[in-house]
């Protein structure tokens, strides 16, 4: 299973603009939730989900709604 390492960055493009990109730098994590910098300004915890397709682990940095981007390990 793809699992979020502290240190790494991730990235991910929007849907509506795919010019945007979005960075998440894990900072640390526990088992089930992962402390990140979201495009170097703003710190958060955020919960980890699993990928119903595969099995790597995603974040959702902005909330959950129909457009909103998906970090994925």
Aim: aromatic share 8%; glycine share 8%; proline share 4%.
């Amino acid at each position: 299973m793809k699992q979020f390492e502290v240190g790494k960055t991730y990235k991910t493009r929007l849907a509506g603009d795919h010019n945007l990109e979005v960075t998440a730098e894990i900072l640390g994590r526990t088992p089930s939730t992962v402390i990140a910098l979201i495009d170097g300004e703003t710190k958060g915890r955020f919960k980890i989900s699993l990928d119903r397709f595969s099995t790597e682990e995603m974040i959702r940095p902005f909330g959950r709604y129909s457009m909103a981007p998906i970090i994925s390990a």
